[in-house]
């Protein structure tokens, strides 16, 4: 499958390109979603896609879809891509790598849950023994398992701006009492179960986020992605120690290349070597050959 930077269909009108998804309109019950081999890090879209990464975007998150499904019903409406496009053109760029879901309304938070002590948190617990202003117990090394995982809501930015951590009081403001414990509740529970069958497989998933919508009778729904080295941090358990960060199945890799790079964290981003999208695309790869065998 060749790499595809950014989509471009004249079947169905073009209503929003994100950092990494296209969204179209089929119709008023029915989006299309692209995945795309763009990569976002320190919320900038890189100039180079990463090979085949939107097609392994797709099928795992159709696995944890599929898995998860008694926890939360999910947006697919279970309508092939290739089925609402028209023409040969738009049919290659939308195999193996779109989704038709239904039309949800967002709800305006991202939904992190935290496992273990890494990235911003630990950055956050060493400067103030929380994280995201909830209090932890003295002593903590990095990469850490916390007593219990945490639900760290924030912000959703526009592409090109940073999110913004909340707190619970907060995300209970925006969405109402009663829906953010809904978002909390399904947001630990899809955590644990994804993480309990993960470490079986020899993967830690160390912290993730989801995105919910509702229907126009409330209804919540997962919608978005689910469980990708896009949106988590997996961990090869093999390599873990308590006290150092592991070599992870996401882009961190390409992460520690810009950082090494002098850039400085501003659009533009420096076009990255091939070898390092290379690695990268492995790393994905490796993570969905290790989740669903395939």
Known sequence: MPALHESNLTSLPLLHRGKVRDIYGVDDQYLLIVQTDRLSAFDVILPDPVPGKGEILTRLS??????????????????????????????????????????????????????????????????TGAVCGIRLPAGLQEAQQLPQPLFTPSTKAAVGEHDENISFAEAQKLL?????????????????????????KGIIIADTKFEFGADESGRMYLI??????????????????VGCNPPSFDKQFVRDWLES?????????????ADVLQKTSDKYREALRRLTGA
Request: proline share 8%.
């Open 261 to 273: 790079s002098g850039w400085n964290k501003k659009p533009p981003a420096p076009q990255v070597p």
């Open 62 to 127: 159709n696995f944890w879809f599929a898995r998860l499904g008694h926890v939360i019903p999910n947006h697919l409406s279970g309508i092939k891509p290739e089925d609402v496009v028209k023409t040969e053109a738009d049919r290659n760029q939308v195999t193996g790598r779109a989704f038709v879901v239904k039309r949800l309304k967002p709800l305006p938070i991202e939904a992190i849950v935290r496992g273990y002590l890494a990235g911003s948190g630990w950055k956050d617990y060493k400067k």
């Open 224 to 241: 978005d992605e689910a469980l990708t080295p896009d949106s988590s941090r997996f961990w090869p358990a093999d390599e873990y120690r």
């Open 176 to 200: 109402g009492e009663a829906r953010a414990a809904e978002v909390r509740d399904a947001t630990l529970a899809l955590y644990t179960q994804a993480a309990e069958y993960a470490i079986t």
